[in-house]
């Protein structure tokens, strides 16, 4: 029990199980998903950052090409600085030769120290961001066309193969920032939805434990009121009721039995108790009136405990009973002939009814049945009594009635006789011998066949006992 109890204890609860792993597969799909987007985001920047340079060079060579004269063979000078300067702040330092190879500009010449600050500050930022990238300074060759003519050549210098400026740079961080951003979000979402699934599918199973903890230390009347959508959970939580119902009726049951067997077995036990204590302390002779009666008290007790061997094979034979087709008219007969005695001695008169096709029921079980109702006929009919058998056959079950001219049961007391040991009129019954086991017995094979069992009765005028077994065809249920 303790080793249980310990590796109870190490063993990591369902709900953090579930958490822990839902959290991870959240995890690990966060994580992909911000991976793929940063390279696919990453490698279609870089295309466009290098169709953009390409563009813009272009544009930069037919600028400069505009700013040629072809009449007076001259460049407009105060443009060609402009575009230089401009070409210098986007990061391209320009060198502009006409045809004869002569300098028109030199953004170098011009400003040496401000191109050296510019490209400094490029290859920095490009060394420190795109290490990978081994980018270096490189100088590329256009010809200046004027329609189909050259007329003359730009230099370009830069960082190559590509570079970002600024505003690239500042535009890849805020969209890395909103991806780091989801994720955290995305991973908060996932830890909060984790938990509240693995809350979900844990609190019944937690209160199923606990349940069943209270059911092993005999505590029957819990009750699970747990509401899930989870189907599986929803059976399980339903199938634990019905099981500590169970245990609870069981145990109700078992509890009555002892109360009501020690009740039934004290007055015979306390009578012979004190009349044979009586007789060995002198101070009753032992004549045959009181050993008879001795004797029929133990006589009362053995016909107790071979009624409850009854009761208790009726009842665990629910479960198997053996059906078989059964004539019911042919076997009410076979107890009539056991019971003829009796009926002769009360002179009785006793009618059949009805005839029925064969039934599946359990031949034993129901002979049994038969024989506890007529017995209870024939003891609760004055002498010169008549009983009524009587069958009807249904579409889908079989009506049997047994009617009597008795003394009848009241009103009061119909609802208790198919419990154990009830007798009506208990004053009455002990005159009789009834031990009060007769109709339980009766109650719980027709149960077990399926069946209903009903009582109409009236005080003086009789009773009849109704029963209706539902057909089947089964041979074993
Ligand atoms: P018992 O062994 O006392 O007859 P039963 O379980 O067979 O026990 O019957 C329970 C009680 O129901 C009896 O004590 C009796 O008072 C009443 N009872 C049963 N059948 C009849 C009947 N046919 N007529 C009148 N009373 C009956």
Not at 177 to 195: D, E, P, Q, R, Y
Not at 249 to 273: I, W, Y
Request: aromatic share 8%; hydrophobic share 40%.
């Amino acid at each position: 029990m303790e080793k249980v109890i310990n590796s109870m204890v190490n063993k990591i609860t369902i709900r953090k199980q579930l958490s822990f792993l839902i959290l991870c597969v959240a995890l690990i799909v966060i994580f992909l998903i911000s991976m793929l987007s940063n390279i696919l985001i990453n490698k279609n920047f870089e295309r466009y950052v290098v169709q953009q340079q390409e563009k813009k060079t272009k544009e930069l060579i037919e600028n400069i090409g505009l700013q040629y004269d072809s009449k007076s063979d001259t460049w407009q000078n105060d443009m060609i600085h402009a575009i230089g300067m401009y070409a210098l702040y986007d990061g391209y330092i320009l060198k502009i030769y006409n045809n004869h190879g002569i300098s028109i500009w030199d953004t170098e010449k011009h400003d040496m120290s401000l191109c050296q600050s510019v490209m400094n500050q490029i290859v920095t930022r490009m060394e420190k961001e795109y290490p990978k990238l081994h980018g270096a300074i490189t100088t590329k060759t256009y010809p200046i066309l004027r329609g189909e003519n050259q007329i003359g050549t730009a230099v370009l210098e830069y960082y190559g193969p590509y570079f970002l400026d600024e505003n690239d740079f500042q535009f890849l961080k805020a969209l890395n920032k909103i991806l780091v951003s989801t994720a955290c979000i995305s991973f908060l979402g996932a830890f909060v939805v984790g938990s509240m699934i693995a809350k979900k599918i844990s609190k019944p199973i937690i209160n199923t434990v606990f349940m069943t903890k209270e059911i092993s230390c005999g505590n029957y009347e819990v009750r699970l009121e747990e509401k899930t959508s989870i189907q599986e959970l929803q059976q399980l939580v339903t199938s634990v009721n019905i099981l500590a119902d169970s245990l609870e009726k069981q145990e109700r049951l078992r509890k009555q039995l002892t109360a009501d067997v020690s009740h039934e077995l004290r007055t015979p036990l306390t009578t012979v108790s004190t009349h044979l204590e009586a007789m060995i302390e002198g101070l009753w002779e032992p004549t045959k009136e009181r050993l008879e009666s001795c004797q029929e008290e133990l006589s009362r007790l053995t016909h107790l405990v071979k009624d409850l061997e009854k009761l208790e094979k009726a009842e665990s034979d629910v479960i198997k009973l053996k059906r078989e087709p059964i004539n019911m008219r042919e076997l009410m007969d076979s107890v009539l002939m056991i019971l003829e005695a009796e009926i002769y001695r009360k002179q009785l008169r006793v009618c059949i009814l009805g005839e029925t096709n064969p039934i599946f029921v359990d031949r034993d079980r129901i002979h049994q049945v038969m024989l506890n109702l007529l017995t209870n006929a024939i003891k609760y009919t004055k002498e010169g009594g008549k009983i009524f058998i009587s069958f009807m056959d249904q579409k889908d079950a079989i009506l049997m009635k047994i009617e009597d001219t008795g003394i009848g049961i009241s009103k009061e007391e119909q609802p208790f006789i198919f419990e154990r040991f009830y007798r009506a009129d208990k004053s009455r019954n002990r005159k009789t011998g009834g031990s009060g086991i007769g109709l339980a017995i009766v109650h719980s094979i027709v149960k077990a066949h399926g069946g209903q069992i009903e009582v109409i009765s009236e005080v003086d005028k009789g009773s009849q006992f109704l029963i209706k077994l539902p057909r089947k065809n089964e041979s074993n249920t």
